[in-house]
């Protein structure tokens, strides 16, 4: 690997398998302590909207933060996720969005 990378530290090196591990060990630990939680309707309602929860977590301040243009055009791609329930053409529609709006100046 040091020889695609070219030379690498010892240091960095120490640091990404720590955190590798680390990462592993979060992984691992919440795969252990879900064996331990008896899955009720409640946990399931919340562990299903986890995922959404995230998205917009991670999305939505970019989106505020880039501007009219992204915030259209994540608007765009979930219309489309709503209507098609299809990735690519959400995906397509936000990415449309966005490049439209910026050409034209927004």
Known sequence: ??????PVAPDAALALI?????????RAGGVWLMTHVPITPRVRRGLSALPG????????????????????????AILAMLKWRKEVI???AGLLTVS???AAGL
């Open 53 to 76: 929860s995230i998205m917009i977590a991670t999305v939505l301040p970019i989106a505020v933060k880039s501007g009219p243009a992204a915030i259209a055009a994540l608007v765009a």
């Open 1 to 6: 690997m040091a020889d695609l990378l070219g």
């Open 18 to 26: 720590c955190m590798a591990f680390a990462t592993w060990l979060c």
């Open 100 to 102: 439209l709006l910026r």
């Open 90 to 92: 959400a995906l397509g």
